[in-house]
């Protein structure tokens, strides 16, 4: 057939071989739920959110569901010293005190979850933001701190209300604010990496995607290409991971060993890093994924 | 029978009573949708938020459909002024810039509703709080200005989308505040008691409650059971009514014309408002409804 | 809020406090089978049954879903005196020969059967009156005598055909004769408390209510509230249950040891006296549950 | 292949000719609605109810949905002189005071129902009984006497509730007494044939049968194989009609011109008369049918 | 009733007895599925296929979901001689190189299947024509020929797509060639006998009937009316079965082996013998089947 | 944030802008059902029938309903010569007597559905073949031959059995031979264009797609991008179209007068065409669609 006379260019022949290349990726993950973790300094970047809609809205049209939840960090602090508060971090952790936990709260469910869902409808896909007192989305515990000083309200995710994210994945992609509550209805702050691990981890999702404003692990200057729970662990304890990049692997590592198969760690700053991540053979940053022989916490089952 | 010996005490017997009597208006309102507008100011009693959730609670239990609609808008003026913004009214009518209306969302969807959420998930009610982005929910224009002064980003919602409501209140209670956007993503300040009336009219809801901080509408100091919508408009033309209630008259007329058989301005201030309006003969506030001769705009079918 | 000046009367308020009081007690039992047993004597006071229906409408309202077992005795006995058959009875059971069987039928399926369907009907219910024989709802086979003489056609159910009145309650409620078949279509006389009990255990009710026309299980005069399987079974063993509480009792016993949470001797003549025992603390007559340390025999699977 | 050397005897290969004749029968009344009226007086032959037990099992076995409507006279003439009560009648129609009611009713619903029921179920054909109180299936108002005599608790069907018995068909055979209801509760006698009609134009039913203990119409000693409406009409009229007949008449006449295709008076006392009728190319009786060119009330459109 | 006066001859009552006398058979088979098997020689006889669809029909209407597989050996060979092939068989077993295969595919799915589909959609039964290669509806692997000869493209079936029959039996009588594929696409010729009680063993049929063109299995000139597997095996062992009759045994065996209760050899020149099997006491043919003391491999289950 | 340092290559990055670039594509079809119609020319290069695979299988991954029709012109041909019956055609149409008409329905279904079915399934894509005889999918009738020579078994299509391809299209590609058959079972010979167009048209499906064996519509060697119904039959009638083109073009004008919006005539020898033509701005072939002011026979409502 290679010899039939044909008026269509090469280079529209090429854009067949691209789009069927990719194939094999959407059969993988078709069916599947896949975690998008979002961080706050991305998203400060306007620019990025209608190629983060596209990405979304491919990834819909072949049947995987995403979920995208987010932090605010930046955020959080620049309103607070609007209003004269000077944010304090305690190895690397907020405290969040009373008037601290309202402006988190305002600017992760009033703002960043608002931006967030109205860029996505914008963009054709259909979102509604959720925040963690939705329907007790996110169940937490405050913090035992041990020995170290108060952080406040600062919480741990115990349970993730699966019932109602199946219930809305149905019709729109949630958009989740890091926010917490108590069966009391005490709100709490908590870490959006950590908590995009567990929401993953509730949905028996594919993959967990943290979007950073970093290519990825680098070791020496060098993108790390995959990492094992296991070297995660290694290289936090040794310190050779910085700052920003603990609590990513951290929560990769969580991801995989509560049966998430992948979690990678992707640069953000990148328009369509999701794409390339899910549909090309080259992929994007950082994979840490259970090596065949490194058991993992539990079975993934088909859904 | 009611000569019978009983160890049964006559207080308890009373109670039976009581629950019966309630009987004939849960058989008239099983299955519908009711909306309730809460207020800002009402909401800022702490001890109002307890009561509510258990009314909405009964509501659910004899098979009605409660959506919460609210505003806030003395917290916007507080935070405004925390950040150094002084409010601005024209003809009672915020005048929304960019810095305010980005204060009104993260106040709307990001204090005032997760408080309304984690109180009524408190209470055993399932809720979620959603705002006019959420799946475009309440999709707005920007307000025409005429020639008075520019108001800014102050909307007029042109379209509900039901099916996204709907969804949701198969599962929980939606709390949606007034906030709307446009196609394009841009958002709207919007009034709270118009959004909860046309909430209702796109629901078809069987009932509005406005939920206020005053004992309905009064005339002469003394309250005024009953207006048809004509007598609310002569009443707000001939500036018989304060100007807190003008929206609430227009709101209730609104719902009223759109086919609501009966809109309600209560006393929120009052625990358990709700129930007593809908499940005892006596009702409280004022009942708008169209009069038998007055044409409304359109018929309720049953669901 | 409670100094909120108000314009409803305090009188009003109260309702509302006695309508959520029975808020709890409502979502203990919605979406729960509650099996009603009503007897002969009961029955023959037609002002019961308008409260009675009222009472199941309110059930029914907040989602329980109560079927209705009854008796006849004494208008069996009635009807055949009328005909000329003596009602003969041996340890208070009736000897039921072929004229009697006929007698009995009728009396349960086309009187007291067609009075309660269409009282319940009247009052708004939809109920369906069922007899054992309507799709083999009750299979029996014939007692055995032991060494005592013959009681002709009186049976002993040995299934309940669950399928048709999960069927039924769907749309409507079961009212069911105490009449019982065989496979070969035999017809028997079964004792009504009994069959309430296999009902019960059947449809894996949350209670079973057995309306009598006493106050409860007596001792000494007094009420006794509460009993546990085995004191049930040494009131009857010890000759201290009177002969009408006997069948009761073990009907009791029965449903609680089959997997029933709870049985309840209650006044039937008090009129409500199922609202009083489902919806208020105190509760009415006698309740026979298994205690914490007593073993019962299935546990009670959610439906 | 007729020639094909076989070791199939003659007679057998006979049956499957007979089986297969039946064929375009069954297709044609496949998933179709067929109203049967048994009589009082055909049902006091034990020796008929297993046969029509066998005839509706194989209706049911091919898409039939089968529902019986019975009468009682005689038995209720038998029980009211046992009673004491000596049954009157007035052209033909049965002075129904209360107490004559209460005999009916048990007569009916306690006794006839009863029998029809176990045979049926004995028979391998799930069957339940209704009378037409249950979930008001038969609602009726008291027959206007005009200048005649008080007939007393005599009714009209004014409405069949098709929902209750389009639930029950699903997984029974319906077997409904004659008996109606007005609102209220109050019951009536109703005059079987014609219940029957109204059962049957009510589920738009394919075929109305009259079960009868004579042949059919009869003129000059032979048997009608064939009559319109208007037939029947002039047969009632002109007297040429026994008296037994008329109401057959009567409701055929009703069944047709309510929508019903055909209805058959069929001799119930031969056995399987149902099935001569439906399945074989003789039939069997008198047939009503609309003729081409006479106007029926309504279209059966398929269910 | 017997006595009754009756104007229907008693030819006609005889009808309605066998079709009465067919209904515990129609019972026992409703809901099921049965396998069969016609083979190529049967299927050259053009007068048989009428009538076998009417027993199609008829067995649809009783509530049975037959299914329908074929071979066509001598159509094969026919076509094979046409185009100048001369068949070639080893062990009764088809040499099958490509240009065989492609001729039996054609024969099988072009023709065969073409003709059987026309011929029962003409007698009313709707049925859909599927080739192994349908979905992968029979995937095979290529038959090892250990040390005999190359048999070429002759395959053995390993697994069934039951999920696609079942999809296609709710519309439609599927009639399967017996043509296979493997997971390349490669098409094997497959065995009919022994295809059809693999279908047969994977729908968990109620029976296989195998129509021959024999009255069955003959031992002496007479008809063997019954064996068990093992009997078949000493039988096939003994060479007591002729060379047709072997493959018809080993799929019987396969069949009973695998869990269908019942596998019948049957005169398929006989009209309606499928009828005859099923739904008279005198059967036709011979049955094999497991005697209670033989183990069979599987449980069958009700659907 | 273009500027963002990225280690991702810029050839990794234009992959993900051409899959984008097909997002608006994608959302334009999804849903909707498109039917390809191959010629058997072109099945004839086995190279093409992977990609042609992967080209359904992207569009069933997308949301797209695909159905292959198929006609098998020069396969005929060879096989009638090679049973020594020469080819004769009157005006392009083959005359099709008994034994040509057999030739021609095994190759079609014995043949090349059973290679695209094959090569489908293998490509991933579940498949399963149909012939206009299976389930009366094309019920034609004789084509009526005017004053011209007998054509012999050649029919026109009048019905398309939607009902059964729907059922299928839900689990696999239907993959239908251009075989009709009359009520009888005759069957015949159709157009393989213009059945692909009656499909279209009776799924009321989105596109329909000509895989033919030349670039398009050719007009001085120039391919012609886009015509209109009425140029189509200009072009027809001046003889501007040579033969082969004939039948496409009346099929492409059947079509989109029968309400399907887009025809599309293409070069099926180019690998992917499919794929080109749905997914990509330059498209491929000649484009048949009706001018928005030339009206059409109907409305294409959405599914």
Do not use: W
């Not at 991305?42 to 209608?50: N, S």
């Not at 329907?135 to 701190?145: I, N, P, Q, S």
């Amino acid at each position: 057939m290679s010899g039939a006379p044909s008026l269509v260019p090469q280079r529209t022949r090429a854009k067949a071989r691209i789009l069927l290349d990719a194939l094999p990726y959407m059969r993988e993950h078709t069916g599947t739920t896949i975690v998008v973790k979002v961080g706050g300094s991305v998203m400060e970047d306007p620019g990025l959110l209608a190629p983060f809609a596209e990405d979304l809205s491919l990834l819909r049209m072949v049947g995987i569901r995403p979920v995208v939840v987010h932090g605010g960090g930046p955020q959080i602090s620049d309103l607070s010293r609007r209003l004269g508060i000077e944010p304090v971090f305690v190895d690397g952790l907020r405290v969040t005190d009373a008037s601290t936990l309202e402006v988190a709260r305002m600017v992760l469910a009033g703002k960043v979850t608002e931006e967030l869902v109205a860029g996505l409808n914008a963009g054709g896909v259909p979102a509604v933001g959720l925040s963690g007192g939705d329907g007790r989305l996110l169940l937490a515990r405050r913090r035992a701190d041990g020995d170290g000083p108060d952080l406040g309200f600062v919480g741990e995710i115990e349970e993730v209300n699966v019932a109602l994210l199946e219930h809305l994945i149905d019709v729109a992609v949630p958009v989740i604010a890091s926010m917490a509550v108590d069966r009391s209805g005490q709100a709490y702050n908590v870490n959006a990496d950590l908590a995009a691990a567990q929401v993953a981890v509730a949905l028996r999702a594919h993959k967990l995607l943290l979007l950073t404003d970093v290519p990825g692990v680098l070791r020496d200057g060098e993108l790390v290409p995959e990492l094992s729970p296991l070297e995660c662990r290694d290289l936090v304890a040794s310190g050779g991971a910085d700052g920003g990049m603990v609590p990513k692997l951290e929560a990769a590592v969580a991801a995989v060993e509560g049966g998430v198969p992948r979690a990678h760690v992707v640069d953000g700053r990148l328009p369509h890093a999701t794409i390339l991540e899910l549909f090309t053979p080259e992929g994007a940053g950082t994979m840490v994924a259970a090596p065949v022989d490194e058991p993992v916490g539990e079975e993934v089952a088909a859904p």
